[in-house]
């Protein structure tokens, strides 16, 4: 991926996120909604997935066919919202390995605070893609990368719903590395840290909290 961030504008993805956006959709919309818009998403993050071809007999004849190569993908949920994208990819790869990054927001200094780390083993050699729906002020989202480029991780991609300037300008500051993949590039963050217009809070949308 040479571009540093990719906005999916494809009608579905930005249909569906209209809906999730909407502040009267339900906790069950939402989550479905989320899962539904991640698959689309992942079409675009894994699109440079490398393929090797494997012999195969169809019913008419022999072929050389496509599959996939090399790298094993390795998805890293950053909690607790990530956890709302993980099924959708999971659906699509059902081989990948699971990893969690647990970070709060500290409300006041709205730095990002470790509570928990668990990632698959050989991250090196696994493109990583860490998912989080909302990139905000990118703290927590550098933070987590910071994590995952210690734990050995060279190839990360991430994966989010809304973007805010502000966050997409913290992670090229801090990880230029990393190509970002959203369903949109809102206008900016309020003086709490949400994204505007944005969705609100994505974790209580999910899980029907306050
Ligand atoms: N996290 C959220 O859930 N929503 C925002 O708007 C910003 C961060």
């Given at each position: 991926?040479?571009?540093?961030?990719?906005?999916?504008?494809?009608?579905?993805?930005?249909?569906?996120?209209?809906?999730?956006?909407?502040?009267?959709?339900?906790?069950?919309?939402?989550?479905?909604?989320?899962?539904?818009?991640?698959?689309?998403?992942?079409?675009?993050?894994?699109?440079?997935?490398?393929?090797?071809?494997?012999?195969?007999?169809?019913?008419?004849?022999?072929?050389?066919?496509?599959?996939?190569?090399?790298?094993?993908?390795?998805?890293?949920?950053?909690?607790?919202?990530?956890?709302?994208?993980?099924?959708?990819?999971?659906?699509?790869?059902?081989?990948?390995?699971?990893?969690?990054?647990?970070?709060?927001?500290?409300?006041?200094?709205?730095?990002?605070?470790?509570?928990?780390?668990?990632?698959?083993?050989?991250?090196?050699?696994?493109?990583?893609?860490?998912?989080?729906?909302?990139?905000?002020?990118?703290?927590?989202?550098?933070?987590?990368?910071?994590?995952?480029?210690?734990?050995?991780?060279?190839?990360i991609?991430f994966?989010?719903?809304?973007?805010?300037?502000?966050?997409?300008?913290?992670?090229?500051?801090?990880h230029?590395d990393v190509?970002?993949?959203?369903?949109?590039?809102?206008?900016?963050?309020?003086?709490?840290?949400?994204?505007?217009?944005?969705?609100?809070?994505?974790?209580?949308?999910?899980?029907?909290?306050?």
């Amino acid at each position: 991926m040479n571009e540093h961030l990719t906005v999916v504008d494809h009608p579905l993805v930005q249909h569906k996120l209209t809906l999730m956006r909407d502040k009267g959709t339900s906790t069950a919309s939402f989550r479905q909604l989320l899962r539904e818009i991640t698959q689309l998403l992942a079409y675009e993050v894994t699109r440079e997935m490398p393929l090797t071809t494997r012999t195969i007999e169809t019913p008419l004849e022999e072929m050389e066919a496509p599959i996939l190569a090399g790298k094993k993908l390795a998805l890293v949920s950053i909690l607790r919202a990530g956890n709302g994208m993980l099924d959708g990819v999971l659906e699509l790869v059902p081989s990948a390995r699971v990893g969690f990054v647990g970070l709060y927001r500290d409300e006041e200094t709205l730095q990002p605070v470790q509570y928990y780390f668990k990632v698959p083993e050989g991250l090196q050699d696994r493109l990583v893609i860490a998912v989080d729906p909302m990139l905000a002020t990118g703290n927590s989202s550098a933070a987590a990368i910071d994590l995952l480029k210690q734990a050995g991780a060279t190839d990360i991609r991430f994966l989010c719903l809304l973007a805010a300037p502000e966050g997409v300008a913290r992670m090229k500051e801090a990880h230029p590395d990393v190509p970002i993949v959203t369903a949109s590039l809102d206008r900016a963050l309020n003086s709490k840290g949400y994204i505007m217009p944005g969705l609100g809070d994505a974790g209580d949308r999910m899980f029907g909290t306050k």
